[in-house]
């Protein structure tokens, strides 16, 4: 079964300190990937996504992610985080063997410490 | 201007009451999306209605029913409520699936007492 797995719960980080968020996929068939990040009391919002080309995405607020085929991951960087960084972010994966269904990570919370 | 919103916000009630969640989108999207965030954040689909027509309907207790009156809006009802159903809800809408990304409402904070 399709599935992402977010190797970090959570990601303690200093501000202005580069940070490295994990995410594994599993579909061995063509996937389109995302990353959302949710603030505190409110909806998710789309970051960055891959759908095919280049295998670096860059998306809102200085985050980018590398999609890596042969290890099946898809990480999201950032080399200068800000307090107001502090979220849950979330990879996210559709297509696969999973129809239309968009399969999401457990999340992880990354908190930017002064 | 609100792409998805969901009302009400906030939902306390009682167990055995029964209760709707509505969401509307202005944004034109032919897909509408539930899902159910718990306590740790799991992210769960629930439901994703396609023009109208459900097309997701994951294993959830039958007490929960959606209705989409037109592309517009989905609406959720849940009946009997029980203890374990308090959670956030989120109500989402894409343009298609698979490709295009989601929009996601303010959530709907339900607390079963």
């Known amino acids: ?114 | 201007d609100t792409a998805v919103s969901q009302t009400p916000k906030y939902l306390v009630t009682q167990m055995g009451n029964d209760k709707s969640i509505k969401c509307e989108q202005n944004l034109g999207h032919d897909t509408m999306y539930w899902y159910k965030q718990d306590s740790k954040k799991f992210l769960k689909i629930m439901f994703s209605y396609n023009n109208k027509e459900l097309i997701i309907n994951e294993t959830v207790p039958n007490r929960f029913s959606p209705k989409s009156p037109d592309k517009a809006h989905l609406n959720l009802h849940i009946n009997s409520l029980e203890l374990g159903d308090s959670a956030v809800y989120f109500c989402a809408s894409s343009l298609g699936s698979k490709t295009y990304e989601q929009y996601f409402g303010p959530g709907t904070r339900l607390t079963v007492t």
């Open chain 1, 1 to 114: 079964a399709q599935s992402v797995t977010q190797l970090d719960s959570q990601v303690p980080v200093f501000e202005e300190a580069p940070v490295e968020l994990r995410c594994n996929y599993s579909s061995s068939v063509s996937v389109y990937l995302f990353w959302y990040v949710q603030y505190p009391n409110q909806g998710l919002q789309l970051l960055l996504k891959y759908l095919s080309g280049s295998t670096l995405v860059k998306g809102i607020n200085g985050f980018e992610a590398e999609f890596n085929k042969s290890q099946t991951s898809f990480h999201l960087r950032k080399p200068s985080v800000h307090i107001s960084d502090t979220a849950e972010y979330f990879c996210a994966e559709s297509g696969g063997t999973g129809g239309f269904k968009t399969i999401f990570g457990a999340g992880t919370r990354l908190f930017v410490k002064a």
